[in-house]
Nanobody, 117 residues
């Protein structure tokens, strides 16, 4: 079992930036494809970004392309989500997830991001 712990959420004004972090409990992290998802109140969970084990492949949801960047540091068992030019519609709980077998089967507890003036 892998435990994932997110941090870095908070309140930010529109146009601002935040960086989320997610630390994994085990060294298996380097063998996982990692992703970020988000869920706003009353909405379905939405894919935000994912990064391959070797960082060569990065995918983004359409609504965050050009504004968010996913990265990882396998030596630190950590994946990051740099969020720039934040909008009120980015407000959501953000979840870190790990994919060991073609689907995301490890999940963190989530961190709240609120974009508001």
């Amino acid at each position: 079992q892998v435990q994932l712990v997110e941090s870095g959420g908070g309140l930010v004004q529109p146009g601002g930036s935040l960086r989320l972090s997610c630390v994994a409990s085990r060294r298996i992290f380097s063998s996982l494809r990692m992703g970020w998802f988000r869920q706003a109140p009353g909405k379905e969970r939405e894919f935000v970004a994912a990064v391959s084990r070797n960082t060569i492949t990065r995918d983004y949801g359409e609504s965050v392309k050009g504004r968010f960047t996913i990265s990882r540091d396998n030596a630190k068992n950590t994946v990051y989500l740099q969020m720039n030019s934040l909008k009120p519609e980015d407000t959501a709980v953000y979840y870190c997830a790990g994919d060991s077998s073609g689907k995301f089967d490890y999940w963190g507890q989530g961190t709240q991001v609120t974009v508001s003036s």
